[in-house]
């Protein structure tokens, strides 16, 4: 007998038939004898009518009103959860954050969980009872309801999952795992039967936005099993653990990331001196500019060019904003490009595998794509290229790390 | 300086700009410097689409989860009526049932409120903030959610009046106070200043459905002063307080009642033996058909007639009981009728007038109304007659005991 944690988001809740269709499943694993910790989102819309009717308020509501007011979107849905659930005749208890004893700092909209009182969940599971549990929620030491922010039911399904010491914490989805890549791009994508959390953190950040990131992290940190599955479709999905499948030929590259929506801008002739760096981004972070790669390569005769990459819709406003300060850095120009898009090959394979880099540069100059910038990390490989180029890059290296090949052997 | 709780009922918070009208009045309550506590309902239709969801799922869903799912409709207006007085300047907190204390027993969607413990709330008001409290709703022992039953609210209100020694309850509502009689049935009819909380009980539950009766019921075990007020049209409202005012010149009957859904039967001929009105209510209350009159007059040659009265939607079924049960009884037959109204007078006045009765019933016979039944209380008399002669009693009665003619003088 097992313990799983099930978080459902909120399009796997958005409607009362699909509340009915997961207090069947949530059943289904009840009576093959395994415990179940059931984590919910708000039923999908309502966050967004909530922020509404606050909005209409105030342009700037409150932020621990917001989370009073966000927070009853979940506990709607655990009370409607666990009416279903007793309506199939399986016992069942809704939690609401502060009930399940999920303790966060006192930071509104953004909180961070800091500790689970597992005690009244452990009871209610020890007397055979399925457990609901609102995600995204909890309370700080003052009694305050705090919330977690956007999405946070992802890291309230791993929190539960470890301070439970649960087999597995799985988390449904609309896709029914992670993917090589985007099956719209490459029809050849395969799902992945399974992925270390390292190469899960690195997919989510460039683009492959199925889970969380702070889930991902969180999960990593504690060690929780975690896997990604389907509410609509039965499958294993795909499995995400701090170290690879051993008994499997790994390729060396686990999927190939990308992010179409990207800027660049780039100022050339900066003086090559200390501090030129936090000079430039400085007033671009001030903006609340987010800024993604950084690139900077030796200088020649003093001077260095400096370049990084923003979100297409910031790029107006940071070309601004570098304009205003290159006389002052004794910068020779701006220059910029907003047609560009970022690819990326990620696998722990490549830690141990030499040449991953140059098979990468070599699939994109036999199609003939120039490539702009390139960025690495230890499980990495990002280049930026033009933007026509983006899918063509994307088959292009597919096939040429394998991944079209390899079977699923989940 | 006084300490006033509000309470706001579903229509008066029913749409953002309800809310920031409320918003308004309450930070002029403050401006005026007085402390305010206000008690908010859930905004009008919101209850409803959560118990359409609950049904969608279970015709008899869980009563704890019920509660949970019924809870967030004031939790979502605690929190935008204090992001509105945020945004007024007007520093405000809001309490979730369990968070302001409100300790109920565990009788889910009937629960009674048990303790209060104001600690928190009184921090907040001692620092100079609004209290926001959400109505209907606590928390048991085990840290379930409960709510009160529908129209909670007012009790809510009023408990939070008692434990804070609140200086006055203030009930908004869609009316400007409590008047004589139906003012849609008799033009004549006044807004009264003052009544006392026995006069209301009685008013209560004889139709004139202002306040919820549980709540006057403890307003007065606990002497709140109670005031029902309009949220829409500034006024004095109706005082409601345990003596009637002892400086102006009170009638004898402050209103007049009356309940147009009605329906008598008799079971005429019961040999008169004791336990016979057991033998015909029990099986009737075991219907679930609530009684509201009984009549039973002196016996002839050992058999007496046993009359009550009914709600007119369970008059068919009623009828069907006693006739099961003539026989057995000994009886001779069953009468019934289902086209009666009744009309009472009440008003703590009457206790220190003779003739009060005779004067009602004189009113009554100059309109050669004739009366079918009378019933009476210390401070109410009630009588059963044709319902095509309600209007006519009423205007009759009005105008008898002289409320057409006194002046307000709030």
Not at 222 to 233: A, K, Q
């Amino acid at each position: 007998m097992a313990l799983y944690v099930q978080k459902y988001g909120g399009t796997s809740v958005g409607s009362i038939e699909r509340i009915e269709a997961v207090a069947d499943r949530v059943k289904k694993t009840r009576d093959s004898g395994h415990d179940v910790v059931v984590v919910v989102s708000a039923m999908s819309g309502e966050t967004n009518r909530l922020v509404g009717l606050a909005q209409q308020i105030s342009p700037e509501p409150t932020p621990r009103e917001m989370d009073t007011l966000l927070a009853t979107g979940e506990q709607v849905t655990i009370a409607l959860l666990s009416m279903a659930l007793h309506r199939r005749d399986c016992p069942a208890r809704s939690f609401t954050g502060w009930q399940a004893g999920i303790k966060t700092d006192s930071a509104h909209t953004k909180a961070r969980i800091q500790q689970i009182d597992v005690g009244s969940m452990q009871q209610e599971l020890a007397a055979g009872r399925v457990v609901v549990v609102a995600g995204f929620q909890g309370v700080d030491d003052a009694d305050n309801i705090t919330t977690l922010g956007r999405g946070g039911s992802d890291t309230t399904g791993v929190a539960l999952a470890a301070a439970l010491k649960a087999d597995e914490c799985q988390i449904y989805t609309d896709v029914d795992g992670v993917y090589t890549t985007d099956p719209r791009v490459v029809p050849e994508a395969r799902r992945m039967a399974q992925v270390t959390f390292e190469e899960m953190l690195e997919m989510a950040s460039l683009g492959s936005k199925v889970l969380q990131i702070r889930a991902v992290e969180f999960a990593g940190k504690y060690n929780v099993p975690l896997r990604v599955l389907s509410s609509f479709v039965d499958g294993p999905g795909t499995l995400i653990t701090l170290e690879g499948d051993e008994t499997m030929e790994k390729p060396v590259i686990s999927g190939i990331a990308f992010n179409r929506d990207e800027s660049k801008l780039s100022i050339m002739g900066v003086p090559d001196l200390p501090g030129v760096a936090s000079r430039i981004l400085g007033p671009v972070s001030a903006a609340n500019v987010e800024v993604d790669m950084i690139v900077q390569n030796i200088s020649e005769e003093g001077n260095t060019d400096f370049t990084f990459t923003v979100h297409r819709s910031d790029f107006r406003r940071t070309q601004t904003i570098l304009e205003g300060i290159t006389e002052d850095l004794g910068a020779r120009e701006v220059l910029g490009d907003d047609r560009i898009a970022k690819v990326s090959i990620v696998g722990v394979g490549m830690r141990s595998h030499a040449g991953v880099a140059s098979r990468m540069f070599d699939a994109l100059a036999a199609e003939s794509i120039n490539i702009q910038l390139i960025s690495t990390s230890e499980i990495k490989i990002s280049v930026v290229i033009e933007e026509k180029y983006l899918e063509l890059a994307v088959r292009a290296l597919h096939s040429a790390f394998g991944l079209d090949a390899v079977e699923e052997t989940a």
